[in-house]
Structures are given as C-alpha cells and as structure tokens.
C-alpha cells in the first residue's frame, strides 16, 4: 500500500506529459538542420560508413514523419520544400517565399527578427540556392540568382550568412548594407562583424566534401558563438546541401561523404545545445533524392552497396529528429508545413494564419 502512495503521483505525471497535458517546455533558441535530398536511407549509409555510428541517431529524443508533396506536385523541390518550412504555405515548386499566386509570405526569419532575435544561415551551396534563399528572398522563380541576390542583401533579418556564390553579390551593396565580408574559412573565424557575410570560397558553388573542408561545422559554430549572444534568442538554419546533389548524380561516394559532413556538423550543434539547454534542433530534410535503397554490405570497402533507383527527387516522406526543450512536439506524421507552426509556436511567434 505504501508503495503505491510513492509510484501513484510519478504515474499520473508521466501519464499527462505523454497525453499532451503539460504544455512542453519553451527554447529560447531554434537550429533547424536541413539534408537537402537526405532520406532515412542516405543517413543510414552514413551510420554504416561511418562503422555504426550517427550523431543525429545519438541525439534525437523525438522523431517524426514529414510529407514533402509541394502545393503543384506529388514530388516537391528544394524551393517549395524549404517555402514550407520558412513560410507554414505550401507553394509550386520553382517559387522562393511566397504563395502561389506570387503573394509575398513574411518568413519565419523575418518573424524572428522583427521580435527582436538573431537570425543567420550557413549552407554549402551557393547563398542564393532555393533552400537558403527561401528565408530571405521573395521571388517566383528559383532561377533569378541575381534578383534573389539582391532581395538577400537588401533583407535586414540575417545578422549572419554562411555559404558560398560570391560572383552572384555585389560586395559593395554588401558592405553598404551593414554587412562585413569575409572569403574562406579562416578568414570567417575572424570575422568579427556586427552583421557578417562569410563566404565559404571566391566559387559559385563551394567544393564537394571533403575538399572544401569543415566549412559546415566551422560555420555552423562560428554561426551559433555570434547569434548567442542576443538575450532575446535566435534562430539559425543550417543546410546540408550537396547530399542532396550527390545523389542526383547516383555518386554513392559523393553522397556518403555529404551525409557524414552534415552529421559531423550536427554533432557539434547537438553538443553545443545539450550543454545551453535552451536551444532546440530540429534536424529533416525537404525531400529525398535519388530512390536509395542498401542491398548489402560491401565489407572490403567498409560502406553499403547502394542503388539509385532515380537521378530525381521522390516522393518518400521523410524523418524529422528533434532535441532539446519541445522536441516532444515533433513526433506524429504530418506534412511539411507543420514544422514551420510547431517552430513558430515554440517561439512565442506570430502566425498570420
Ligand atoms: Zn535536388
């Protein structure tokens, strides 16, 4: 009898928390890790390439499914796929933060920034790319580099910007707008701007890893020490972006090297927001790319056997991974919209909707 009276009130507690009952606990920061193109299966090839072992698996404390179709198609691109994310609207595929009808949708970057956060990206693609762009740029097509350029620069909410596409900018409208410039990596950790645009190399599209080097890790941390120090909180996305092209090009090696590059990047984030305590990561991906599926175990190479059965996205949902204080939010199946209001929510931001 005594017993019960110790167990009974742990019950009743754990049993409210799991149905819902208990509003979860609220971050003061938000990381939102995205593996353009990254399947359950491409991080799988990582795990196994990398002898059993994944940072994201480690980590995650709630893990959900996302369904990625955009508002025109069955099988979405990285431009609505990321539209979603940033704006809770599913749009066409092409379209960079705005409605289908070319509406433009306040993002959550700019909700954040106008409650007075930080805001930033980091990314290894070009910054005008579709996924980076749809948080600060507004335009009908995912192709307008130079207008999506443009809208990036003349946009206030980034305090920081990581990635790569100099030749697209025009470094003086940087500068004029606040911004101090850096080119490589070293140059970027010394980069000590109050708004810092660090890019990656003087290409349009950074190298494949690893020869670019930790550019995604040393950004991402580089990122997160800078945005830190606003007491009102910060939201930081950070992209993964060539897994994704390794697999359009079925390059196995490619991908597998992306995948880890992305997965050492969020082991450090994860470390990061596991001492802050007040920092979520979200970690998904927009789509999944290339149909992968592991037929075997290629034990003298160390790695999967791996298949490709397209050159295209698909239409596979995709695993969310969630850590830190409202990860418990992210469970469940939804679509892809989702993340952006759950994010909002947690944020104490206001939805138009
Ligand atoms: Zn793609």
């Known amino acids: 009898m005594k017993l019960w009276g110790i167990v009974l009130p742990f019950v009743l507690v754990f049993n409210s928390v799991a149905a819902g009952n208990l509003k979860p606990r609220k971050p003061k920061n938000i990381i939102l890790m995205i593996g353009d193109g990254t399947g359950l299966v491409h991080l799988y090839a990582a795990y196994t390439a990398k002898g059993g072992q994944l940072n994201i698996f480690d980590y995650a404390k709630a893990v959900g499914i996302s369904i990625t179709a955009s508002l025109n198609d069955y099988i979405t691109d990285s431009a609505a796929g990321a539209t979603a994310f940033s704006t809770g609207q599913k749009t066409n595929n092409g379209i960079i933060g705005m409605g ?26 070009e910054l005008p790319h579709a996924t980076p762009a749809s948080f600060y740029a507004h335009q009908p097509s995912r192709k307008k580099y130079k207008a999506i350029a443009a809208d990036i620069t003349q946009n206030p909410a980034a305090t920081i910007m990581v990635g790569g596409g100099l030749p697209y900018f025009d470094t003086n409208a940087l500068k004029k ?7 490589g990596i070293n140059a970027m950790q010394q980069n000590t701007g109050a708004r810092q645009i660090c890019f990656i190399d003087t290409l349009k599209e950074p190298l494949p890893a690893p020869s670019r080097g930790p550019a995604l890790e040393t950004g991402s941390m580089h990122a997160i020490s800078k945005l830190s120090k606003n007491k009102k909180g910060f939201f930081l996305m950070i992209e993964g972006s060539q897994i994704d092209w390794g697999a359009h090009n079925n390059d196995s090696a490619h991908t597998i ?85 759950k994010m909002m929510k947690l944020l104490n931001l206001q939805t138009d909707k």
Request: charged share 15%; proline share 3%; hydrophobic share 40%.
């Open 257 to 341: 090297a992306e995948a880890i590059d992305f997965d050492n990047a969020a082991g450090e984030v994860l470390a990061w927001a596991k001492k802050d305590k007040n920092t979520l990561v979200v970690i998904t991906a927009d789509h999944e790319c290339g149909g992968l599926t592991l037929h075997g175990y290629d034990a003298k190479n160390k790695r999967p056997v791996m298949h490709f059965s397209s050159g295209h996205h698909t239409a596979e949902p995709v695993p969310v991974y969630a850590f830190g204080p409202g990860a418990e939010l992210f469970s469940g199946v939804y679509q892809n919209t989702a993340i952006y209001f």
């Open 100 to 125: 289908s009808d070319s509406t433009t949708l306040k993002t959550i970057a700019e909700s954040a920034y106008e409650n007075g956060m930080s805001t930033g990206v980091v990314v290894t693609c």
């Open 177 to 183: 707008a606040g911004y101090c410039v850096s080119i």
